[in-house]
């Protein structure tokens, strides 16, 4: 197996252990026995479990950051449209049977504390949906906090629905953006 085959079995398959274990809960052995690939591939490709760790919350960063722009610009047509369908999109993620959660707030719950490169991706995830987000609250002429509120909004239901696994938290977080939004309409 060529690194680049290996770099992606490995990322695949510690993303899926992650998700279903917690990342500290889970070694570089499970992860090769999981994966197939060899140790010295492995070490070879990621030298260390931090670098995997950070390798996958990158990838995870560029899926989700795609996706959801994509599924912005597929089902709605302004700004206060794409703001609402946000937590639609979070509905679907939140109804998908492997869902266990937000990986960049577990991630950071587990290591952000003592690996700030982990602490780093997490926040700049986090603030990439708050970006998003204030596209559209500016594009309607709405005062900057709105995006910080419906940000707010959105990784709250992340938590409450990782938590209870119930994908309901995103459509009282919608409810709730819908009312904010409405409100800084002009």
């Known amino acids: 197996m060529d690194a680049e085959a290996a770099e992606l079995k490995l990322l695949d398959t510690a993303e899926r252990l992650f998700d279903e274990r917690g990342v500290q809960s889970v070694g570089m052995d499970a992860i090769r026995t999981a994966s197939g690939v060899s140790l010295k591939r492995l070490y070879q490709v990621f030298p260390s479990k931090d670098l995997l760790v950070e390798a996958v919350l990158r990838r995870r960063d560029e899926t989700v950051r795609a996706a959801l722009t994509a599924h912005g610009a597929r089902v709605a047509d302004g700004p206060y449209e794409r703001a609402l369908a946000v937590f639609d999109w979070l509905a679907g993620w939140f109804a998908e049977p492997e ?73 009282q977080a919608k409810a709730a953006a819908r009312v904010l939004l409405d409100a800084a309409r002009p």
């Open 99 to 171: 869902f266990r959660g937000c990986a960049f707030i577990n991630t950071f719950g587990e290591l952000g504390g003592v690996a700030p490169a982990v602490a780093t991706i997490a926040r700049d995830h986090k603030e990439s949906l708050r970006a998003y987000l204030a596209e559209q609250t500016d594009a309607l002429g709405a005062p900057p906090v709105l995006a910080d509120q419906l940000a707010l909004l959105a990784n709250g239901a992340m938590a409450v629905a990782g938590i209870t696994g119930s994908p309901e938290p995103a459509a």
